[in-house]
Nanobody, 124 residues
């Protein structure tokens, strides 16, 4: 059974950093594009970042470009999201997702598998 497990969330002060991890099992990780999405209370799930199966192509939402960096380690079946210069607008539950695409998709429908989410809270 496919499982995606996020970790690394928590409480951080504005201007600080966090590194999220997503460990995958039950699938051939290197053949899947991976994405990060987030959802705040009362809002729809929104795209944050994505990376192709090879790691050669990445995509970022405008709101996080220049602050967040996505990467993957196929040998460890893990995708990461390094988040710097965090602000209150980044407060949300962050989800990782896997999809059978060679491009870093930005839409929820591009992904077949989802993790349970990890809470990120940025205090002022």
């Amino acid at each position: 059974q496919v499982q995606l497990v996020e970790s690394g969330g928590g409480l951080v002060q504005a201007g600080g950093s966090l590194r999220l991890s997503c460990a995958a099992s039950g699938l051939t990780f290197s053949m899947y594009g991976m994405g990060w999405f987030r959802q705040a209370p009362g809002k729809e799930r929104e795209f944050v970042s994505a990376i192709s199966w090879s790691g050669r192509n990445t995509a970022y939402a405008d709101s996080v470009k220049g602050r967040f960096t996505i990467s993957r380690d196929n040998a460890q079946n893990t995708v990461y999201l390094q988040m710097n210069s965090l602000n209150s607008e980044d407060t949300a539950v962050y989800y990782c997702a896997a999809g059978p695409t060679i491009t870093p998709g930005r839409a929820v429908r591009a992904y077949d598998y989802w993790g349970q989410g990890t809470q990120v809270t940025v205090s002022s």
